[in-house]
Every structure is written in C-alpha cells, then in structure tokens.
C-alpha cells in the first residue's frame, strides 16, 4: 500500500505489567511506529505516560483467568468510545482476543464502516473451565464477529482454540520478539546473579572444569516449572559440576528455597530475583543450558524465543502446545516437566555434553530468526492491507 496508516491496537489489559501480550503490543507498536505509522493503543488502566497516543477508555479488575492474574475491564462509557472513533479515522483497529464485550467490543461496534477490524487470538486454555468460557464467549459474540475483516492467531495452539471456539481455519503469525546480538555476563557469569552467589563466586572466567551453568528465566509459579526443574537437577547423573539460577519472582520463592535446603543442593542454586528487560539478554548468553519447563497453559512463548537467539548453550522448553511453535525443528530438545527422571536424564546429557550444547546454538538461533520483530512485523502490514483493501471494496478479507 505504501501509504502511512491508522493504527489502533486494541487490549483489554493495561500495559504496565512486562507479560507476553503486553509485550507484543509494545514490540509491535513501536516497529509500526519507526515505519513511519501512526499506531494509538486503545486499553484500559495504563499508568505509564511515556506512550504517544495512549487512550484509557476504562478500570480494570483483578481476575483469575486461564492459570494466570490478569485484569479485566469494567464498561468503557459509549461516549468515550464513540468521542476516539470520531477524532481518528482508524484505517485499522488490531484486537487482541479473546476480548471483552465491555471494552474492545465496545470499540469493535463503534468502528466506522470504512475501518478495518482484525483480530488476533492469543491464548491457548489449559483447562476445560477455560475452554468452555472462550466458546461461551464466542457464541455470546457471534453477530459481533461478523464485523472483523480478518483473524490470525499467535501459534498452532492458539489456532486450534479459534476453531474449537469460532469454528474458523485461520492463518499463524506469531508474536514479534527483538532479537539482539547475545551479550555475555560478567567474567562468564549469569548476568543478574547477585555478587557471592553460588553462580556468581563459583563459576571460574574459563576451561572446560567450570560448573555447568543452568538457567531458569521467568515468574516463579506453578505452571512455569521452577518446582519440576529443581527436582529434576536434584534428581540429575551428571558426571560434571553443575550450578543452577532460578531467576526471576513469584509466590514460589520461599519454597523453592526450602526444597533446594531439603535436596541437599542449596548451595549449588541461586535466587537473583526480577532480571530486567535490558539485562536478559546477558543472563542468557552466560548459560550453558536454559530450562524453562512449562507445564502448559502457554500461547507462544516469547520466552523461549529469546532464548534460542541469545542463549549460550542449549535451551529445553517443557513440551506443551504453545511452546512447539517457536521450538518447530527442535523437538528433540523438548521435555516433559511431570517425568521427573526423564527430565533429569535430559539434563544430564546436555550439562554432559559440550560440544553438544555448542552445536544447538546454530540451530535454536536460526529458529529463532523467523519470530524476529521485523519479519513478524512485515507479516502483520501485509495482512492489515488485505484487510483495509477489502474493507473499502465492500467485501472481507480472505481468513
């Protein structure tokens, strides 16, 4: 189209919390935005101000949903929604799903006939409570949907919930993940291990006797497998000396910290806390294996996407739906979190294998390269131009 567009990116959410979805909004904006678009976020309680075109159009509440907290919006008023849709003539409205009607519902009903509504469904349900309330929702919204010009979703399992829950075959583009070159830690150490800690103190600069440094990134909760990975490291016949960063917060500490006491092995485990957005990349490449055993509940995983592009050594990811997406090709290298000793077996061969773990990089990096926020981002425009061009034709888009 070669024309700057419109864009209105559309979340029930708010966009402080540095969560998965949240951060493909953010990614994706501020790609659009270096192109030369004109991108507002449309979204319910944001406290940050460092965004251009923020619109709040409602409060949130605190729920559960699918495993994890997230808030959901109270009714936006109509005449907010009604008063941004006058003063910005969106060529395209991008809502993220599944959304609510009190919100991005609202904004979907409001839209001008010459704008075009895509949609793209984000989340794969880990329970049947959670799939029965998304086809519920479905069906509750079904003379609304008709009004999106086009849907994609984040992964093969998100895909497979649109059809479960609209019975519609859709196309895939994953989620866009900056991908920096890797950035080694201080003297070889896990960059964000605290000064003393058994990873930071223990682990030389160099020779192949250094203990073999495992790392976890990510929240410390049930379904992220921080409990599963420190039983299977404790479980582990490795024949080399080993180190292990549980990096990141969440209700699990305390536990963690006491079952890695009980396993005998607290010593050899590190804590370091919230790792910030800037310093990932460092953490990661200062490991020699990333474990992030997910027992489900996942969408994508921007996380794992990182880590094959910035990881030093290998990177295993708990076999579950979402994570099969960025991990296609590497399947090998997927683990099962529940199978304690075969998790440990897994383990084991990799912190045994050197030269293995030096090969996967090529790889995992290469694998990586096809969730690259430019690329992504090129797929995103192309669809949001079939969308508008079919919009002011009269007819919708091909889904």
Do not use: C
């Not at 189209?1 to 209105?8: D, H, K, N, S």
């Not at 969408?299 to 990811?317: I, K, P, Q, T, Y």
Request: charged fraction near 25%; glycine fraction near 10%; proline fraction near 8%.
């Amino acid at each position: 189209m070669g024309t700057v567009l419109r864009i209105g990116l559309v979340i029930d959410d708010g966009l402080d919390k540095p969560d998965g979805v949240q951060q493909i909004v953010l990614t994706l904006g501020r790609r659009l935005t270096a192109l030369g678009h004109e991108v507002h976020y449309i979204t319910s309680t944001t406290e940050r101000t460092d965004l251009p075109h923020l619109h709040v159009l409602g409060r949130t509440v605190s729920v559960r949903f699918n495993g994890n907290r997230l808030r959901s919006p109270l009714p936006a008023r109509r005449a907010d929604v009604r008063r941004l849709l006058a003063e910005v003539p969106f060529d395209v409205l991008h809502v993220t799903m599944p959304y609510s009607p009190l919100l991005a519902g609202r904004v979907v009903s409001a839209a001008s006939p010459r704008t075009a509504v895509v949609g793209q469904f984000v989340i794969y349900p880990q329970d049947r409570l959670t799939r029965w309330g998304i086809r519920a929702l479905g069906l509750a919204e079904r003379r609304r949907l008709r009004r999106f010009d086009a849907i994609t979703a984040l992964s093969e399992a998100a895909r497979e919930s649109v059809r479960e829950a609209y019975g519609r075959d859709v196309p895939v583009i994953g989620g866009p993940v900056e991908l920096g070159a890797p950035a080694a830690g201080p003297d070889g150490a896990p960059a964000g291990a605290p000064a003393g800690s058994p990873a930071a103190s223990r682990v030389p600069a160099t020779g192949d006797d250094r203990p073999v440094r495992i790392v976890f990134l990510g929240r410390l909760v049930e379904r992220k497998g921080p409990r599963e990975l420190l039983a299977a490291a404790a479980a582990m016949p490795a024949t080399r000396p080993w180190t292990l960063t549980l990096a990141g917060r969440g209700p699990l500490l305390d536990e963690l910290r006491e079952r890695a006491r009980a396993a005998g092995i607290a010593d050899r485990v590190d804590f370091p806390g919230f790792v910030a957005e800037e310093d990932k990349a460092a953490l990661l490449a200062g490991a020699d294996v990333v474990a992030l055993p997910s027992t489900g509940g996942e969408s994508f995983g921007m996380s794992v996407v990182e880590a094959l592009a910035d990881a030093g050594g290998v990177v295993l990811a708990g076999d579950n739906p979402g994570y099969r997406t960025p991990m296609a090709g590497l399947e090998d290298q997927l683990v099962d979190p529940r199978d304690t000793a075969a998790f440990a077996r897994t383990l084991a061969r990799w912190v045994d294998d050197p030269a293995g773990r030096a090969a996967a990089r090529a790889p995992q990096r290469a694998a990586a390269q096809r969730f690259d926020a430019g690329e992504i981002t090129a797929q995103t425009l192309a669809w949001y131009e079939a969308a508008i061009a079919a919009r002011r034709a009269g007819a919708r888009a091909p889904r």
